[in-house]
């Protein structure tokens, strides 16, 4: 492995531990009135993680899994990746895995992948939830084990949405569109511009980077279903973009932290000309396991928080018994749930025999 390779990596792992190390929810405990309530915090047993592995290899999504499952403090953290046609698996993300603290990887892709965390092999342990990115496979299987064993998303093409206005450079603008589309040929990118002007001199800019882009094929395939959208002003930017709930948002703006105020429905937020998207993609303040197709109305990216438990705890006194207890059963009474009630009576009952 090239020596700055195996820095980069490091240094990533290192920014991604930082990072869902203050993402970790903590232990409370409240005490009122004889009541002494609280929510415990405690690691999945076991997590599966996809690590794609067919039109280009993702050490950084063996970061990007691993990182969080193990600082929530998961005992076992399995990688499934596809091995290349040899049945190597890229030295990459074998390195990425094993930096990052994974305890096995196993050299499995697709829906197979999938079922086997699922379910588990005679080699591959069953595991209490699968994460990461994948193809349309993956994410069926994804689909079809979703109860059986926890996901974090239904994961499609990857997503850009750019609100630009001058004078934000064309040529970057072009750059930006077109390495958010060499992810896949149905990757989605808009651009949201007040200026026309701003528009066309993007489109102007996408030719000569899509001619010279390395994944050409990919990338024309993409880049042709790409879109410009004309609005009157930064607030309608906001509205179209809380619309299309993009996986990330590059927000190039004269003021970006006031139009942050106006976002409410993105993956990943990019605020400013410097605050390229692969960032992001590579560990600075972000996880690039993201919402896609409109699901960042409701939901967010991979994070520390998905790979633990929270269960409530109560403890009820007896003098909390005796002043809560009659609002409980004639609550339960109410709904017909006699023998919910019961169970408090006899309690409240007992106390006062003691």
Same mark, same amino acid.
């Given at each position: 492995?090239?020596?700055?390779?195996? %820095? =980069?990596? +490091?240094?990533? @792992? #290192?920014? &991604?531990?930082?990072?869902? !190390?203050?993402?970790?929810?903590? $232990?409370?405990?409240?005490?009122?009135?004889?009541?002494?309530?609280?929510?415990?915090?405690?690691?999945?047993?076991?997590?599966?993680?996809?690590?794609?592995?067919?039109?280009?290899?993702?050490?950084?999504?063996?970061?990007?899994?691993?990182?969080?499952?193990?600082?929530?403090?998961?005992?076992?953290?399995?990688?499934?990746?596809?091995?290349?046609?040899?049945?190597?698996?890229?030295?990459?993300?074998?390195?990425?895995?094993?930096?990052?603290?994974?305890?096995?990887?196993?050299?499995?892709?697709?829906?197979?992948?999938?079922?086997?965390?699922?379910?588990?092999?005679?080699?591959?342990?069953?595991?209490?939830?699968?994460?990461?990115?994948?193809?349309?496979?993956?994410?069926?299987?994804?689909?079809? %084990? =979703?109860? +059986?064993?926890? @996901? #974090?998303? &239904?994961?499609?093409?990857? !997503?850009?949405?750019?609100?630009? $206005?001058?004078?934000?450079?064309?040529?970057?603008?072009?750059?930006?569109?077109?390495?958010?589309?060499?992810?896949?040929?149905?990757?989605?990118?808009?651009?949201?511009?007040?200026?026309?002007?701003?528009?066309?001199?993007?489109?102007?800019?996408?030719?000569?980077?899509?001619?010279?882009?390395?994944?050409?094929?990919?990338?024309?395939?993409?880049?042709?279903?790409?879109?410009?959208?004309?609005?009157?002003?930064?607030?309608?930017?906001?509205?179209?973009?809380?619309?299309?709930?993009?996986?990330?948002?590059?927000?190039?703006?004269?003021?970006?932290?006031?139009?942050?105020?106006?976002?409410?429905?993105?993956?990943?937020?990019?605020?400013?000309?410097?605050?390229?998207?692969?960032?992001?993609?590579?560990?600075?303040?972000?996880?690039?396991?993201?919402?896609?197709?409109?699901?960042?109305?409701?939901?967010?990216?991979?994070?520390?928080?998905?790979?633990?438990?929270?269960?409530?705890?109560?403890?009820?006194?007896?003098?909390?018994?005796?002043?809560?207890?009659?609002?409980?059963?004639?609550?339960?009474?109410?709904?017909?749930?006699?023998?919910?009630?019961?169970?408090?009576?006899?309690?409240?009952?007992?106390?006062?025999?003691?």
């Amino acid at each position: 492995m090239p020596s700055e390779l195996v %820095v =980069a990596i +490091d240094r990533m @792992i #290192d920014r &991604l531990r930082m990072l869902h !190390e203050r993402q970790l929810p903590g $232990e409370w405990w409240v005490e009122r009135d004889g009541v002494r309530s609280g929510e415990i915090v405690r690691p999945l047993g076991r997590a599966g993680c996809y690590v794609p592995g067919g039109r280009a290899t993702y050490p950084s999504t063996a970061c990007m899994t691993v990182v969080p499952a193990k600082v929530a403090g998961v005992e076992q953290v399995v990688v499934c990746t596809p091995p290349h046609p040899d049945g190597t698996v890229s030295p990459a993300v074998l390195l990425a895995a094993e930096r990052a603290e994974v305890d096995l990887v196993v050299k499995a892709g697709g829906a197979q992948a999938v079922a086997a965390m699922a379910y588990g092999t005679e080699s591959v342990p069953a595991v209490d939830r699968i994460v990461g990115p994948g193809n349309v496979y993956v994410t069926a299987a994804k689909r079809e %084990v =979703a109860g +059986d064993v926890g @996901i #974090d998303s &239904l994961a499609g093409p990857s !997503e850009l949405v750019i609100v630009a $206005e001058p004078p934000a450079s064309p040529d970057v603008l072009a750059a930006d569109l077109v390495a958010q589309a060499e992810h896949d040929p149905l990757a989605a990118t808009t651009l949201v511009t007040t200026s026309e002007a701003l528009a066309a001199d993007v489109d102007v800019a996408l030719e000569g980077e899509v001619a010279r882009a390395a994944r050409h094929d990919v990338v024309a395939a993409s880049i042709g279903r790409a879109r410009a959208v004309l609005v009157d002003d930064i607030e309608s930017a906001a509205e179209v973009t809380n619309e299309l709930a993009p996986e990330h948002l590059e927000v190039w703006v004269e003021d970006p932290r006031s139009f942050l105020g106006l976002v409410r429905n993105a993956g990943a937020v990019f605020l400013g000309p410097h605050s390229a998207v692969q960032f992001g993609d590579y560990g600075v303040g972000s996880n690039h396991v993201l919402p896609t197709m409109g699901t960042a109305r409701f939901t967010s990216g991979l994070r520390t928080s998905d790979f633990v438990t929270i269960s409530p705890v109560v403890e009820v006194d007896a003098g909390a018994l005796a002043a809560l207890g009659p609002e409980i059963a004639a609550v339960a009474r109410a709904e017909g749930l006699f023998g919910h009630a019961r169970a408090v009576d006899l309690r409240i009952r007992g106390a006062q025999d003691a």
